[in-house]
């Protein structure tokens, strides 16, 4: 992707921004992009030894930054990088000031008057995209970290802008590629001295191919509670605790700052990083479920919330008399979701752990002095981790996007083993292959076109 | 133009070049066609063959727009066959051993027979303009004939230089000239020239030849004819042979390879890896120690054979001691060294989808000048070009196919809109719509522009339409007949819950083909009347149905593309939001739609999607 020529700019200004988040700070860093990245660099650069240095790309150096009047403004480290060589692929500079408003503040207006422009939202890595530093999966990966608010979340977005992701793509369109070109030439070059392999062989290829397109899909499941946090609703019959354990649960944990503002709050929501994941709590209380009384659409928004919910909390007064039977109508009600049952207000209850032999998958807990917490917190980290795939290869579908691409390549795959294994014709095999291939190229975004062809040139020697 | 000698002037006497004329000649202009030799229209310089796989396609479409191609090859073949009938009909594909000086003969009458059409001897020097248009052409003795549209089909001819081992012969076909002054007048035009390469087997004497140690390759019975036109014959075909090179081939060739232009470094123009030279096969393929070599024979007043596999640029004596070492060739004659052959040619780039130049109005491309290899790749362009040169005199829309129409289609759209550093080829591959485009539905694919464009003869178009008429009876009427599922001896373990099941269900199952029910058919319900033909259709269109549906929607999709046409002055090089590198090739090839600048290679989605956004926004400050 790497262009030789000329490096694209926006109208060849050279652009400035803070790139460590605002406030105060051990150390602030600055970017320029441009081509006058080194000269504004050089103007305010006052070497801490020498009178003069010459900056070699990559290479930290150590000075003061000096204002244009002549005063020191501060400490500073910076690093230049040549075109070509860059995140932006644009001449580059950095600067590494003491972290601190008033500082970092007047290096930049510095920096503008002196002829640098105020980088847009987004403008680096846009600039990256449109030089071909990085491809569409790392793109999207940027805005992702960017993004990223929980420990693990920003680990998968990095490997997707090390290109991990993409390169596992890539491996899986090769593989595809070289199974069409077999298809392909014993199609088109009849007459040469080509082995058509095996059926065996054809179908062992493309079992390997589903079960690695199968193993990538399904990664979503955790790939969507990184993205998108897991979903955790708290619901139960009236007066069951709900709001007492959404705001313990609050309590003990780190809360989340989120940008998702913007639903309409017909319930208490909010994010929690419980074990590096982000952790949506809703709380169901005031929609009543079950029983006679229900208001019909009160009803139909907690259905609505358990049913996009990943989990749901589902609380037990077991200091209310006949709660099990009341459980059972519920758990019918709650039919085929994902629960965790709670049993909540064992402090009133001193009987509760012969109540609770017949159903051990209760939790005890008491909201109101918080034994039995720690327990449910283990679990629902447990139950979480579950559904989380094995991240230390990094490739893991985070999109819905690519999620329905994968769909779709492993029904056609899947549709060119029927074709195999019912002996028919390989032009019908190779034209469900293709297909696959067209799914997967829409999540990196690249065509190739003349591959197949190439495949069957260098691995058969054709010329009749 | 007032005082013009002609309507369209064609440049070159092959297979694009014929085919152009007539073309122009079928829809009332008159041409001139320029060759060298007036008696050597369409020679095969190359093998004595025509069709192949995706070639065949090719024959067809180009019969269906009216060509000549198809019944040329009909009337002077001496062998014809059908390879991959093994596979589904989609890839079926005709090839025809063709008496080579039979074919060059037919073809040169039917042209000298044409009124409207001049054959003029000579050799083009340069391209005329007329304030900025096309106004003819200058031949190299001084000659000037004036026509506002000019095809250049060249072929091997443009800048020709034939390599054999040292030996270096300016020349465009052994023993013929050249033309040289052409290309620098494309070249001060502004045209970018490049040069590419080519070659060609020794000829070998057949009384020569130890037959009994080959491999008879017979034809197919009953004869595959090529055109709709050509009314059935049967004949005793000329069979071809098989044999194969040896150990003493390998060796020999390894030990003389410096010898040949394509090592030695006095070629470095870029050769089909598809027909590579012999040399090239044992150095690119170390690891494989014998190839096989067709024996075709060149017709049939001839003993001369064609040994395909073999093209060489050896010395000429290495090339006979090499030849020797093949099975079967130990005491072979060698009538015609083999050679190289080095040529100009115009990067497709600079052409629209009409095969128009897109610096010089009037001036059409249409050949190997292209960077195509093939008598039919050449005669598809040639018929385009002619179609297109017409519609360019009567300022009437572009004749253009598109890839999900055509296997033109897809040539002319992979040679516009991508590089081409070598040869290029048909294969079927190519066709991301290969089941649609098949040999057998070419008529059904084109014949109603044929018929709109006046190529064909109104009776053949309507008795086609009849027969189109009749195929669709016949699908219903063949999900009418029911057969019991016992009667299916060798299908019945298919069927595990129905008793019954009729024959439109049967025909769509892998394995089961109109010829492989005929006589069960025959067998439980009398006798079948339908016609063949009819059937056949009927049965090929059951057996794709499933697969022609779901590309429907993806042609649908594609068409969209398609549709939104990029305008002529829509400013590429000031186009902000796409990378750098897709910037380039937008400017470079200048794309019509946004189809065909999806296809750029370089280009990504992302930037077609930034595209689209411009070009609504360019339409609308426009309006």
Redesign the interface.
């Known amino acids: ?1 790497l ?1 030789p ?4 700019s926006s109208d060849d200004d050279t652009i400035v921004a803070v790139i460590t988040p605002p406030g105060e700070g051990g150390i602030a860093a600055l970017r320029l992009a441009g081509k006058k990245s080194l000269a504004l660099l050089l103007r305010f650069f006052q070497p801490a030894h020498a009178k003069k240095i010459k900056f070699s790309p990559f290479l930290l150096r150590y000075g003061f930054f000096q204002s244009t009047e002549g005063g020191i403004i501060d400490e500073i480290t910076a690093v230049y990088m040549p075109e070509g060589e860059s995140y932006t692929g644009l001449e580059q500079a950095e600067i590494f000031c003491h972290g601190g408003c008033r500082v970092v503040r007047v290096i930049l207006d510095e920096l503008v008057r002196a002829g640098a422009r105020p980088a847009e939202p987004g403008e680096f890595t846009r600039l990256a ?4 530093r990085i491809d ?1 999966t790392r793109a999207e990966a940027v805005a992702d970290m960017v993004a990223a608010s929980t420990e693990v979340s920003l680990k998968v977005s990095r490997e997707h802008l090390l290109g991990t992701f993409a390169r596992h793509i890539e491996n899986l369109r090769n593989d595809l590629i070289k199974i069409i070109a077999d298809l ?1 030439a014993s ?7 080509i082995v058509a392999p095996e059926r065996s062989e054809l179908l062992g290829a493309i079992d390997d191919i589903l079960a690695k397109l199968n193993e990538l899909a399904i990664t979503y499941t955790g790939g969507k509670i990184i993205k998108e946090g897991y979903q955790v609703a708290i619901g139960g019959r009236p007066n069951a605790g709900k709001s007492s354990l959404f705001n313990r649960l609050l309590r003990q944990e780190r809360a989340l700052v989120t940008a998702t503002a913007g639903t309409t709050r017909d319930y208490l929501s909010e994010w929690l990083d419980l074990g590096g994941i982000a952790v949506n709590l809703i709380d169901t209380a005031g929609i009543r479920v079950g029983g006679s009384t229900v208001e019909k659409s009160g009803r139909e928004k907690a259905l609505k919330i358990f049913k996009d919910a990943d989990l749901i909390l589902w609380l037990v007064d077991l200091s209310s008399r006949g709660w099990k039977s009341r459980l059972e109508d519920d758990l019918k009600y709650l039919d085929g979701k994902l629960i965790m049952l709670i049993g909540n207000k064992i402090d009133l209850v001193k009987e509760f752990k012969k109540d609770l032999r017949a159903y051990p998958g209760i939790i005890p807990v008491s909201c109101l002095d918080g034994s039995g917490l720690k327990k449910l917190k283990s679990n629902l980290i447990k139950n979480i981790n579950k559904k989380m795939p094995d991240l230390t290869s990094g490739v893991v579908v985070t999109s819905a996007r690519h999620k329905q691409k994968l769909e779709q390549a492993i029904e056609h795959v899947k549709s060119a083993r029927m ?1 195999l294994v ?7 095999t ?2 469900d292959l ?1 297909q696959a291939t067209r799914a997967i190229d ?1 999540i990196t ?3 190739y ?2 591959q ?2 190439d495949e ?2 260098a691995r058969f ?4 | 133009m007032t005082g013009k000698d002609f309507d369209i002037i064609v440049v070159g006497g092959g297979h694009a070049g014929v085919e152009a004329a007539l073309a122009g000649v079928r829809m009332n202009r008159k041409v001139a066609l320029v060759s060298m030799d007036a008696a050597k229209l369409a020679l095969m310089s190359c093998n004595p063959a025509i069709g192949g796989i995706g070639k065949s396609q090719l024959v067809k479409e180009v019969d269906a727009l009216g060509g000549i191609m198809g019944v040329a090859i009909d009337v002077t073949g001496i062998q014809f066959r059908r390879l991959n009938l093994s596979r589904g009909p989609a890839v079926w594909s005709t090839r025809a051993q063709a008496d080579r000086r039979a074919y060059t003969r037919f073809i040169s009458d039917f042209v000298a027979n044409q009124r409207n059409l001049t054959v003029i001897e000579a050799i083009a020097g340069e391209v005329l303009t007329e304030n900025g248009r096309t106004a003819g052409i200058k031949t190299e003795d001084g000659q000037i004939l004036t026509a506002p549209a000019v095809i250049l089909a060249t072929g091997t001819f443009l800048g020709g230089l034939i390599h054999i081992g040292e030996t270096k012969i300016p020349s465009g076909r052994m023993g013929e000239k050249a033309a040289y002054q052409l290309s620098d007048s494309l070249r001060k035009l502004g045209f970018e020239v490049g040069r590419l390469k080519t070659g060609t087997p020794p000829r070998l004497d057949g009384d020569t030849i130890d037959w009994d140690k080959c491999e008879l390759q017979p034809g197919e019975v009953p004869i595959p004819f090529f055109s709709y036109r050509s009314l059935y014959r049967e004949f005793e075909q000329t069979p071809c042979y098989l044999t194969h090179t040896t150990a003493a081939t390998k060796a020999l060739i390894i030990a003389h390879h410096k010898r040949s232009p394509i090592f030695s470094g006095q070629i470095s123009s870029t050769g089909p890896r598809y027909c590579p030279s012999i040399e090239d096969k044992f150095f690119r393929f170390a690891d494989k120690d014998t190839h096989h070599i067709f024996l075709e024979p060149e017709g049939n007043g001839t003993n001369e054979i064609y040994p395909n596999g073999f093209s060489t640029a050896l010395p000429e004596d290495i090339q006979i001691k090499a030849v020797k070492t093949i099975v079967g060739l130990e005491d072979v004659k060698v009538t015609r060294p083999g050679y190289a052959i080095e040529y100009d040619y115009c990067p497709a780039y600079q052409l629209k989808p009409s095969l128009e130049s897109k610096r010089l109005p009037g001036l059409f491309f249409a050949g190997q000048i292209n960077g195509t290899s093939g008598y039919e790749e050449a005669a598809a362009q040639g018929i385009m070009a002619g179609i297109n040169a017409v519609l360019y005199l009567e300022k009437e829309p572009s004749f253009i196919l598109d890839r999900s129409e055509a296997y033109i289609g897809v040539m002319v759209d992979d040679l516009v809109t991508r590089s081409t550093t070598e040869p290029y080829r048909m294969f079927t591959s190519r066709a991301e719509y290969r089941l649609t485009l098949r040999e057998d539905n070419a008529r059904d694919r084109l014949f109603e522009y044929a018929q709109k464009y006046k190529l064909i003869e109104t009776q053949h178009y309507n008795s086609f339409k009849e027969l189109q008429k009749n195929t669709l009876e016949e699908i219903k009427h063949l999900g009418k007949i029911t057969l019991s599922v016992n009667t299916l001896e060798g299908f019945k373990e298919r069927f595990s819950r129905s008793r019954t099941v009729n024959l439109k269900n049967l025909l769509k199952m892998p394995g089961i083909d109109i010829e492989t029910l005929l006589p069960l058919i025959e067998k439980h319900n009398g006798s079948f009347s339908a016609n063949p033909e009819v059937l056949q259709r009927a049965a090929i269109f059951i057996r794709y149905q499933g697969y022609i549906d779901k590309q429907a929607r993806e042609i649908e999709k594609f068409k969209k593309l398609e549709s939104e046409k990029i305008p002529d002055d829509f400013p590429f090089a000031s186009l902000k939001g796409v990378r750098i590198e897709a910037r380039e090739k937008l400017r470079r090839y200048r794309p019509v739609s946004l189809g065909q600048a999806s296809r750029l290679e370089g280009v990504t989605p992302g930037d077609i999607a930034v595209l689209s956004v411009m070009l609504k926004k360019h339409k609308g400050d426009r309006k």
């Open positions: 992707m262009h020529g000329k490096k694209i995209f449109l030089n071909g569409l392909e199609i088109d070059f009849p007459d040469e001295e074709k019912e002996d028919e014709s390989p032009e019908f190779a034209f293709n829409e975004g690249k065509v076109n003349e197949i062809l069957i040139f020697c054709i010329g009749k």
